[in-house]
């Protein structure tokens, strides 16, 4: 008896290379498989850092737009908008599109920054990609956080939307919040894609916010129907995840008429958009962490 109690505690004190292996794949295989999970926590974590401003632009953003809108712009503006043939108040047809423009805000900043730090300041993504965690895992994390707060988002600025009486049919209204996730996940991922590329600092994401993000704002039918513009402007609401998800925003709270096959388009655009970027953003992830 003392004999086979001495010898099992010499093997767990002096462990058989066997018995290390397979130690350490029963310790690797829950990270192998819900590596994304790790990543995703790691990423929502690291925004308590920042975790007041979130808070502040997701509740303060839409109060000042609704403020400035529903309290100064709208009271100019005292003749409905025919949109389609639907006559809205002018609030009730803005509102759908800041829900959309508020997530793309959010994907400009975790989809830039946050992306290029974990491969040039901080590292981590090489601290991931030491673990069992693949690259491919590590991209879907990173995409999927910032998503989480794209939700935290869109949430309150519906709710205030509605308070402030900018939601016409509820029943149906608050698809916008779903619209707008995906809308900013539409413009984020290729973003999060060109952000992986990027090995230098050299103002590349103010020339995104200047020369893309706001263009698209101005001129994606966010405070007027698209069709008011010439052809030659109105090509950028075309190719603008921000028109498409605010036309479908539009059909879900007010009830703008769109047919079946442009509803769909709308939404194939928005998800080809996604599902494309975060393709390319798993193969920058690769190439450069398997390098």
Same mark, same amino acid.
């Given at each position: 008896?003392?004999? +086979?109690?001495?010898?099992?505690?010499?093997?767990?004190? #002096?462990?058989?290379? +066997?018995?290390?292996?397979?130690?350490?794949?029963?310790?690797?295989?829950?990270?192998?498989? @819900?590596?994304?999970?790790?990543?995703?926590? #790691?990423? /929502?974590?690291?925004?308590?850092?920042?975790?007041?401003?979130?808070?502040?632009?997701?509740?303060?953003?839409?109060?000042?737009?609704? %403020?400035? *809108?529903?309290?100064? *712009?709208?009271? *100019?503006?005292?003749?409905?908008?025919? +949109?389609?043939?639907?006559?809205?108040?002018?609030?009730? @047809? /803005? $509102?759908?599109? *800041?829900?959309? $423009?508020?997530?793309?805000? /959010?994907?400009?900043e975790e989809m830039t920054y946050p992306?290029?730090?974990?491969?040039?300041?901080?590292?981590?993504?090489?601290? %991931?990609?030491?673990?069992?965690?693949?690259?491919?895992?590590?991209?879907?994390? /990173? $995409?999927?956080?910032?998503a989480s707060r794209m939700l935290a988002a869109a949430v309150p600025y519906y709710l205030i939307v509605w308070i402030f009486g900018g939601v016409e049919t509820p029943a149906t209204g608050w698809l916008a919040i779903g619209i707008g996730v995906l809308a900013g996940l539409a413009f984020g991922t290729p973003l999060m894609a060109y952000a992986a590329s990027i090995e230098d600092d050299k103002g590349q994401f103010a020339l995104v916010q200047r020369f893309i993000f706001m263009p698209m704002f101005l001129f994606s039918g966010t405070f007027y129907p698209l069709t008011n513009l010439e052809w030659w402007l109105a090509w950028i609401g075309w190719i603008s995840p921000l028109w498409h998800a605010s036309e479908l925003g539009r059909m879900a709270m007010y009830g703008k008429p769109i047919g079946t096959g442009m509803m769909w388009i709308h939404i194939a655009y928005l998800v080809i958009l996604a599902v494309g970027g975060y393709l390319m953003a798993r193969r920058m992830f690769s190439r450069r962490l398997e390098k």
């Open positions: 008896m003392s004999t +086979d109690r001495s010898s099992a505690t010499s093997r767990a004190q #002096h462990p058989t290379l +066997d018995e290390l292996r397979a130690e350490a794949i029963r310790a690797a295989r829950k990270p192998r498989a @819900f590596g994304w999970f790790y990543v995703l926590e #790691h990423m /929502v974590r690291a925004m308590r850092a920042y975790g007041w401003t979130i808070v502040a632009s997701a509740l303060g953003q839409p109060l000042l737009y609704l %403020f400035g *809108l529903a309290l100064g *712009l709208a009271a *100019l503006i005292s003749t409905p908008v025919d +949109d389609g043939g639907v006559s809205v108040r002018y609030l009730v @047809f /803005v $509102a759908p599109a *800041l829900i959309a $423009a508020a997530t793309i805000a /959010v994907a400009t992306v290029m730090s974990g491969f040039k300041w901080r590292l981590y993504f090489f601290g %991931f990609s030491a673990s069992p965690i693949s690259s491919a895992q590590i991209a879907t994390g /990173v $995409a999927l956080a910032p």
